[in-house]
C-alpha cells in the first residue's frame, strides 16, 4: 500500500507542478468565530446524555471531581452497562442515558494513565460516585 501510495502522491505532485496551482478563492460571507472555552464548560454532568459527555471528553480536558479533587478523562468510549449518574465499576461509568468505558484519566496531581491501571490501584467501594 505505501508504495502504491508514494507512487501516486509522486505523479499527483510532478503534475501539480507542471499544471499550478488552482486559484485561491476568497471565502464568502461573515467569519464565525467559536466562543473561548472556560474551565467550567468541560466539568462533566453525569445526569447527561452518554454522546454530550463523549462530546465534552472530545474536546479535551473534561473534569469531574472523586472523593473531592478533580479528575480528568481524557479517553473514553460508549459502554453498554447500565449504571447510574457518576456510579463507577472499575472503568465503567454511568451518565443519565447510557454508560461510558475509561481509557485514559488523570487523578489530581498525578499524570495520565490507562483507566484499568487507575482502577487497579483507586481502592474504590460501592459508594464512589464522580461528581460527588
Not at 464568502?28 to 471528553?57: C, M, T
Not at 485514559?104 to 483507566?115: M, N, S
Request: aromatic share 6%; no cysteine.
Amino acid at each position: 500500500l505505501r508504495v502504491r501510495m508514494a507512487a501516486g502522491g509522486a505523479d499527483l505532485m510532478v503534475r501539480t507542478i507542471r499544471e499550478g496551482f488552482p486559484a485561491s478563492v476568497p471565502q464568502q460571507g461573515e467569519p464565525v468565530y467559536a466562543a473561548k472555552i472556560h474551565p467550567s464548560d468541560l466539568e462533566i454532568d453525569w445526569s447527561a446524555e452518554v454522546e454530550e459527555v463523549l462530546r465534552q471528553v472530545r474536546v479535551g480536558g473534561a473534569w469531574t471531581t472523586l472523593r473531592g479533587e478533580r479528575f480528568k478523562i481524557w479517553e473514553a468510549l460508549p459502554a453498554d452497562d447500565q449504571l447510574g449518574p457518576g456510579e463507577i465499576d472499575a472503568t465503567t461509568v454511568g451518565t443519565g442515558a447510557g454508560a461510558l468505558s475509561l481509557g485514559v484519566v488523570q487523578p489530581a496531581g498525578k499524570p495520565r494513565l490507562a483507566a484499568a491501571d487507575w482502577a487497579n490501584g483507586a481502592q474504590l467501594d460501592g459508594s464512589d460516585r464522580f461528581g460527588e
